[in-house]
């Protein structure tokens, strides 16, 4: 079985015909954009309105740190 089958804790990712972590990886996506995906991929089937706040905070966490960057520059 390779790793993309298996998943621990649930079925939320299996249902994509490329799951996000596959995505992530072959786009060359940084961590916390993967991770704000990820989030956005699994609210319905997994953490609902909670996972959507996750999402957002990642995308919060990088404006600040975009912006940081911003303006060292």
Not at 34 to 50: E, N, S, V
Request: proline share 3%.
């Amino acid at each position: 079985m390779s790793a993309l089958e298996k998943q621990v804790a649930g079925n939320h990712y299996k249902k994509f015909k490329i799951q996000p972590v596959e995505f992530c990886h072959v786009n060359s996506i940084p961590y916390i954009e993967a991770t704000a995906i990820k989030y956005l991929c699994r609210w319905r089937d997994k953490g609902g309105l909670q996972d959507l706040e996750k999402a957002k905070h990642f995308i919060e966490l990088l404006i600040q740190f975009e912006s940081k960057d911003a303006d060292t520059k």
